[in-house]
């Protein structure tokens, strides 16, 4: 198998190791030509040999969006593109229908594991046309972790299915990571009873409810920074946790946890809330209850 | 009628002047002589006829408790004790058994209004038996706003039912509180549309479903910092929204807007928030994610 | 003045009645021949004096935006399209466009009030030019309530920021609303202690904090149901409480009192929740808890 | 080492095994005859070499307290008592105050696993004297897991440390369970894109960033029941959510997804919710928004 990969960033590099770790070939390209094999994308096709295989991993949104429209034109009927990247489900939609004007096929994968999955592997979620992912099952076999296929892959559906359920997954951790989080806060404020708040994470990876991999992360954490003194509580998000909270919405199905954390998130990146300065407006009004007044110049 | 009245604060100062004005004959003690119509406890009592009535309005928790303790062994039989201020309705149940010991009745009030309940009367949350609540009518009629009397007035239930009321008030409060604080965000983050804020929370006041006192409250803040330029968004909170939700666990009764206004007060008092640093370190862990380094020496 | 009213509903034949009232010329055009005033949008554009101003007042989506277009190809150049009904902001967009592209005008309006607006008049939020703003002052002062202007009344900005401010005002309705449903919940659950739910909220009317017009509502819904026992817990949503939580994702603004509202809503449809089987189960798994096996036939 | 085991019930009996396993002599007393080692607790304390060390395991609140209350009467000075039950650590305070009156020590410990434990070890956070800790280290290192003994075993702190730490694990866990529901909701209502379900969460057990225990157990669950239709959404607590979130209020953490975890229960084990009873009264009152009428009878 001969693979084609669109962007040799973190991601896009080590999967490229794995890949050839594994046995498959690929030919990867990136605009910064330090870590490009080929020189563009004309070069890239000219490797592959037909029908291509070519697998996109560059940022969702609008570079997702050109390259796909480059494929579009640069590839031959009966090519297929797979977007590994985090694309919005609802993308796929209007990329696969784009290459299908072209007799392209398209095959969505969501990708999770991040840094560690060069050398563990990727869970992946793909949704495409049988015959498609059949095809691609190689290189899935070579990208996923060891053990049963079906604990580390699954085809999900049609197009979309993969982001959709990749989405899904990324919502859920958004909210595993805020559970554990306000229990590190819980175990922290009580220095009075918990002499060790590393120690008492370290204690829950055998034998408790909790344990996970995150867990193991989180203690991995606080082995180099048992105090957390040199991180901010200042978080990003990257979209999936905002597009799980709005196809819930359009769904209406209550998630009560995903919203908190994604809203847990706005807060951390706030220098100061807006809402809240009404808040402490609204009880100095009916209550003469002293406000802290900004500082000036602020 | 004449009522000893406890505490000269701003709210017990404020209620002596209204119930005065309402032809109620009030002897006020204070700790503080400035303020205070009687040197001491003692000759509070002796300035009141028997069976005397005293409405203590101090503090919460440990200063309630000393006066109401200080009351039983100073009061006769038949004397009857009112507290006003924001005790917790499981208080009233000890402080009305250390009293009946004594033969000294009890009655407990929640009182909403803040500074504005001198000039517009006091809503009236009571707890008690039903011939205690006869005998303070005219002073609940003095304290209660204009109007037909049930819409300022209620005699709730039994002790402690005055003040569960008033708890459920301010959880009520809180919440109301924090959803307008959210528009506020909501309006004060489209600058490219909403050209002017606090105009359009005026323009609510009237024909609106959310016109409320509140409401004016938030527009008369708006009005003289219409930016909330010089307030800072920290927030107190006085104890009854954390009640609430405490009542609410203990009932099994759901109370996400709630709970969510108090979480909200909470981490605006927050410099920097535990619970996110773990988040940041748990997303640097497994995605690389870059953090932001806390400043040195924090 | 003479306006066009196209949608006779509940809240357009309301209009109508208010409007005629306050001395405006309307002639009302409805798919229902029985409450219309003529036959046909042709109809309704022959008995306009140009420029014309017409009122659009129909469900939102794809009933206003066929009504859009085809008054796009009926009126002439310099004529205006009010958009009343409860259209999301960003449609407005589209719709100005689809009308600029003929000449004709647009200006969107937030309309609040509901069925209580013919008596009292109605909350006004309106989008668009300043111009067309000011032709349509008499028909905003015909239709807002009694008052300064500035209390029900907002020029808010520019097309769409009507329907912006009232997504707004909808999304803080739906908070306040769920703050006042916990509320009751919280008292009617301690029957030992509050003798009487009804009369609590009555009595909060006057001096409390949390007065509003929506708690005179409920004291009205208490009066006629005091145990509520003639409504089942099931609340739709009609689009705005959802759009609010979008924007605020879109905006990163936290909005956790307004989203846990529209959650309720969303949970209170719902005969089984399927993440509670999936908790139950998750509990069985680890715990052998008991589960409720669903009734056979389920 | 031999220990005293009071709770034979599944837990206790599971415990009883697995000490026995690893070598530790156990005499089981359970008010159930046909599970107990002994008569009774004088029969008990007979059997153990002193000083003793007696384990307590059985529910906790009022069975707990009498059982510890039991043992200050019985036992000897220098005994020592472990609570290896789900008790509040707050009681722990008071269980050591009685027993310390008597010269009886105590160690409070939190255990997880659950029924599994029995097989693969539990989870174990202890609270309490490092002398008496250490003392105790040969039944701990046979109750908890194989491997590093600070992966499975954490001694917190002071007497209570160990409840403390337990319950925040348990929070914590509510929120995990509920973050992986919603998750289940929203792949379970797209069953035009989401094919296979249970093959969905199977695949996310290697490689992704939300594989735990929680999930493959999750896993299991959708083997047994793949569509969750033999299950009711319906989800009892057993205490430690609800102290969680009152400990989270009384140190001023926020915990958003705690407390809506336990919320959820709240509300799934509401056959209609009196909150949005008064929400639909509400919407009906302003809007005229049609209510569904309560099944006549109920």
Redesign the interface.
């Known amino acids: 198998m001969h693979l084609g990969l669109i962007g040799l960033g973190?991601m896009g590099a080590n999967m490229r190791a794995r890949l050839r770790e594994h046995g498959i070939d690929v030919t990867g390209y990136d605009r910064n030509p330090a870590v490009s094999d080929v020189a563009d994308l004309a070069a890239l096709k000219a490797a592959l040999p037909a029908p291509r295989a070519v697998w996109v991993m560059v940022p969702a949104g609008e570079i997702t969006d050109s390259v796909v429209t480059e494929l579009a034109d640069l590839l031959d009927e009966g090519d297929l593109v797979i977007d590994g990247g985090n694309s919005r489900?609802t993308e796929d939609f209007a990329h696969a229908e784009v290459l299908a004007a072209r007799g392209i096929r398209f095959v969505d994968a969501g990708v999770?594991?991040?840094?560690?999955?060069e050398e563990?592997?990727?869970?992946?979620?793909v949704?495409g046309a049988d015959d498609d992912i059949a095809e691609l099952m190689p290189v899935f076999d070579a990208l996923?972790?060891?053990?049963p296929r079906?604990?580390?892959?699954?085809h999900?559906?049609?197009v979309?299915?993969g982001h959709?359920?990749k989405m899904?997954?990324?919502?859920?951790?958004y909210?595993?990571?805020?559970?554990?989080?306000?229990?590190?806060?819980?175990?922290?404020?009580?220095t009075?009873?918990?002499?060790?708040v590393p120690?008492?994470f370290?204690?829950?990876?055998?034998?408790?409810?909790?344990?996970?991999?995150?867990?193991e992360?989180?203690v991995?954490?606080?082995e180099k920074?048992p105090q957390?003194?040199?991180?901010?509580?200042?978080?990003?998000d990257s979209g999936e946790g905002?597009w799980?909270?709005?196809?819930?919405?359009?769904?209406?199905?209550?998630?009560?946890?995903?919203?908190?954390?994604?809203?847990?998130?706005?807060?951390?990146?706030q220098d100061?809330?807006?809402?809240?300065?009404?808040?402490?407006?609204?009880?100095?009004?009916?209550?003469?209850?002293s406000?802290?007044?900004?500082p000036a110049g602020?």
């Not at 996923?144 to 053990?147: A, D, N, Q, Y």
């Not at 807006?274 to 209550?287: C, I, S």
């Open positions: 973190k489900f999770s594991g991040g840094v560690w999955g563990f592997g990727y869970g992946l979620m949704g996923r972790p060891e053990g079906e604990e580390g892959f699954v999900v559906g049609p979309g299915a959709y359920a899904v997954h990324n919502g859920i951790e909210a595993l990571m805020q559970a554990y989080a306000e229990g590190y806060e819980l175990l922290a404020k009580r009075d009873l918990i002499s060790d120690a008492t370290k204690a829950w990876q055998r034998g408790t409810v909790v344990r996970s991999w995150l867990l992360l989180l991995d954490a606080l920074d957390m003194d040199d991180i901010e509580g200042y978080v990003e905002r799980t909270v709005e196809e819930a919405i359009a769904n209406a199905v209550p998630v009560p946890t995903i919203s908190a954390s994604i809203f847990a998130r706005f807060v951390s990146r100061d809330s807006p809402a809240m300065r009404a808040v402490a407006a609204l009880r100095n009004e009916f209550g003469g209850h406000v802290k007044k900004a602020e």
